[in-house]
């Protein structure tokens, strides 16, 4: 069965940082694109960061870019969210989701989604 | 960066009612296009994937169609367990991106 938990969530102050784990099983990680998205409260989802499955190819969204570093560790079968100088608007619960690569741009509509873990930036 | 345009924003409809909801990218996007449906405090979930394909397991009332540019989701007969809300998202190119989304209420 595949699963995907995200762990690491909790109140930070602005400015402060913060590390999102997901923990995959029950696939092959390493075969699978892997992205963040967030949701900040009453907001639909926004698109965050993906990686592949080599880490190889990153990207990031602009409102994140130069503070948010993905990586993932495919021995362990994890997938890390580093969050810097965290701002209010950051406040979102945050998904992991899995994305079987087509191209180095283009994948699959991602399938499996963790249930999220909640970042809350307020002092 | 490529907008999704999803329309309507929210719907009032009845059980049994037909409903569609449309997705209108930016650009072409192929068929790099796929349906969700979200209830409050869970995860999306995934309801259509390239454009038309049925995920395993989501009722056959739920279908996909389109390409490039114009896509919509269709449901056949709204049952009271769609009540949701329901977003597109293209995954062609990065950024990655959603449509606004769209509420499903009861009438």
């Known amino acids: 069965e595949v699963q995907l938990v995200e762990s690491g969530g909790g109140l930070v102050k602005p400015g402060g940082s913060l590390r999102l784990s997901c923990a995959a099983s029950g696939f092959t990680f390493n075969n699978y694109n892997m992205n963040w998205v967030r949701q900040a409260p009453g907001k639909g989802p926004e698109w965050v960061s993906s990686?592949?499955?080599?880490?190889?190819?990153?990207y990031y969204a602009d409102s994140v870019r130069g503070r948010f570093t993905i990586s993932r560790d495919n021995a362990n079968k994890s997938l890390f969210l580093q969050m810097n100088s965290l701002r209010g608007e950051d406040t979102a619960v945050y998904y992991c989701a899995r994305e079987l690569p087509i191209t180095m741009v283009r994948g699959e509509t991602p399938d499996y989604w963790g249930q999220g873990t909640r970042v809350t930036v307020s002092s | 960066d490529i907008q999704m345009t999803q329309s309507p924003s929210s719907l009032s409809a009845s059980v049994g009612d037909r409903v569609t909801i449309t997705c209108r990218a930016s650009?072409?996007?192929?068929?790099?296009l796929g349906w969700y449906q979200q209830k409050p405090g869970k995860a999306p979930k995934r309801l259509i994937y390239?454009?038309?394909s049925l995920q395993s397991g989501v009722p056959s009332r739920f279908s996909g169609s389109g390409s490039r540019t114009e896509f919509t989701l269709t449901i056949s007969s709204l049952q009271p367990e769609d009540f949701a809300t329901y977003y597109c998202l293209q995954h062609n190119s990065y950024p990655r991106t959603f449509g606004q989304g769209t509420t499903v209420e009861i009438k």
């Open positions: 990686i592949d499955g080599g880490s190889n190819y990153i």
């Open positions: 650009q072409d996007i192929r068929n790099d």
């Open positions: 390239a454009a038309s």
